[in-house]
């Protein structure tokens, strides 16, 4: 699709969600800069009537500073007012906590709370806090007891698709196999885990005995568009659940360089088991495609659950 071209009309009667992450705003001109290109094309792609809400995935600011908060909070009422005015969801990332509680940076943040919910036409969005246990000179993304709880509950009061929203991705998803040019769910500091001593199984059993919990988005990476397993499936034994990952706004790979594309997805709900995604090049204002060998050259990859 070039920049003038409409997704295709069938799209009207999905849920449509951009999908963006690692925002990391703060005072730094150059990143300021490039988070800014942003707000102008995600205008012209609402006004073309292909957006429900913004998913922003987490590392809202860089240090969960007071002046980036306000950064942020200017940025997401940018992105929420152009156009036709789409709503901004975002969760917590591993940034914004900086010595702060989840509630406490929900609230520095403008996030209704640190796990919530909310509704985008029949999909229901599951958004999760985070805490951050350091592990000598790293540390872990931890899904806390209390939003375990909260996802437990929130999947059984409902019959509604949800889509979990948590900042790191679930492992052996995003990444493997890429260590050398991409941060991956194979490293310990960067997959999600449910239990502080390690390991996601707490997690993967409430999803599995969830059958409506039909999609985990994610952020944290960094990756690149052709990451390999960037938008992918999990089988949790009792169904498929689609894996999908928003690349990166700050940067891209694993260093940060001027020249980094800058790109988000739109994720398109068609029904409870059927998603496509689109890539979009924020930058240059076009849909693009990976390059990589995973979904080379496709610009819509469809997930089956």
């Not at 150059?30 to 009537?49: C, E, Q, S, Y």
């Not at 498929?240 to 994720?267: F, K, M, Q």
Request: glycine residues 8%.
């Amino acid at each position: 699709m070039s920049r003038l071209q409409p997704v295709p009309a069938y799209l009207a009667s999905a849920v449509n969600l951009h999908l963006v992450s690692d925002v990391h705003c703060q005072e730094d001109s150059w990143a300021r800069a490039r988070i800014g290109k942003v707000l102008d094309d995600a205008d012209r792609m609402v006004g073309r009537h292909t957006i429900d809400a913004h998913l922003v995935m987490g590392d809202l600011t860089n240090t969960a500073l007071p002046a980036e908060a306000s950064l942020w909070a200017a940025w997401r009422d940018g992105l929420a007012s152009g156009g036709a005015q789409r709503p901004v969801h975002a969760v917590l990332g591993n940034h914004d906590l900086n010595q702060l509680t989840p509630d406490q940076a929900a609230a520095l943040l403008g996030l209704p709370a640190a796990n919530y919910i909310q509704d985008v036409g029949d999909v229901r969005l599951i958004a999760l806090a985070l805490t951050v246990l350091p592990i000598g000179n790293s540390a872990r993304m931890v899904v806390p007891p209390e939003a375990l709880a909260f996802l437990d509950a929130q999947l059984g009061a409902t019959t509604r698709p949800c889509l979990v929203l948590f900042h790191a991705p679930l492992a052996e998803t995003v990444g493997v196999g890429d260590l050398a040019t991409s941060f991956t769910s194979e490293e310990d500091w960067v997959k999600a885990h449910s239990d502080p001593a390690g390991g996601d199984g707490v997690l993967r059993q409430i999803l599995a005995a969830h059958p409506n919990a039909v999609a985990w988005i994610s952020g944290h990476t960094h990756s690149p568009i052709s990451t390999p397993g960037l938008v992918t499936t999990v089988d949790l034994g009792s169904h498929l659940i689609a894996a999908v990952n928003a690349s990166g706004l700050w940067y891209t790979g694993r260093s940060i360089e001027a020249h980094d594309p800058l790109c988000g997805l739109l994720l398109s709900v068609l029904d409870e088991h059927t998603f496509e995604v689109r890539f979009r090049d924020h930058g240059a204002g076009v849909w693009t495609a990976p390059t990589g060998a995973e979904n080379a050259g496709r610009k819509v990859v469809t997930l089956t659950v």
